[in-house]
């Protein structure tokens, strides 16, 4: 199995939100990406970025939300367009893994329309709920025709161990990371929101932008575990993480 990190996207959000105490003129560039694993079984997407029409016209595709985080990439990008660098279009996609639902993280999940997307069950839940505008959750976004494959506790993707999800509520309810093992390379977790940085993982806080501030602490120090345990934790929105990272054709094993 060989593992991708795809870039999926750049947004301009307010430091405090990410790091307490730091004035609030002060902006961070988060990186957004997206994992794509070569399984045996299949070719399996870990989110799938932003939708490059929120690089076009970011009101238009976010609303407010683009006030919040502000897109900063070009629509190339974007997850669909670094697929085609590896010369993979979106019909080869079998599997989307959704670790929750917000635009940042399945904007581009309706390219996939062949594939089985997976979502933990209470993150479908809290997008289709009253008021689930208000909090992040764009049904032009997630809402795709063939609808969801859902899970409610750790998931095996194909039952051999290689790819297993891991339900870390806090930042979101359905909040999943996944454990991906590779032979050569070790264990990685894709955190996603559920570390979005890795300074998050260093003090157990999370960020302002919390569904469940106790649980998203929880999912810290579980996550700090691991990565004494010798995992490489890959936090959701890192930049210094991800310059260092194997991206496009550069791939783990
Ligand atoms: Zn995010």
Not at 67 to 76: H, L, N, R, Y
Not at 101 to 115: I, K, S, V, W
């Amino acid at each position: 199995m060989k593992m991708h990190f795809l870039e999926g996207g750049r947004l301009r959000m307010r430091r405090s939100i990410y790091i307490p105490g730091a004035p609030k003129e002060e902006a961070i560039e988060l990186p957004v990406h997206a994992t794509l694993m070569r399984h045996p079984r299949g070719n399996v997407l870990f989110d799938s970025g932003c939708n490059p029409e929120a690089a076009i016209d970011p009101d238009a595709r976010w609303g407010g939300l683009s006030k919040v985080m502000t897109p900063i990439f070009s629509p190339e990008q974007t997850v669909v367009h670094q697929l085609k660098t590896l010369a993979i279009d979106p019909e080869d996609i079998d599997v989307v893994i959704c670790s929750h639902l917000h635009p940042d993280h399945c904007g581009c999940n309706t390219y996939f329309r062949r594939a089985t997307i997976l979502c933990h069950e209470a993150e479908t839940q809290a997008a289709t709920a009253n008021g689930a505008e208000n909090l992040g959750y764009l049904r032009g976004e997630w809402d795709q025709p063939q609808g969801f494959q859902t899970f409610n506790a750790e998931y095996d993707v194909f039952g051999d161990g290689r790819i297993v999800l891991l339900p870390m509520p806090g930042h979101t309810p359905g909040m999943t990371v996944a454990r991906v093992d590779f032979e050569k390379d070790g264990s990685f977790i894709l955190a996603s929101d559920a570390a979005p940085l890795q300074d998050n993982i260093d003090t157990g806080i999370a960020p302002k932008n919390t569904w469940n501030i106790e649980l998203a602490a929880e999912a810290l120090a579980r996550l700090k575990a691991l990565q004494e345990r010798g995992a490489t934790i890959i936090s959701g929105h890192d930049d210094t993480q991800w310059q260092g990272l194997r991206k496009g054709v550069e791939f783990y094993e």
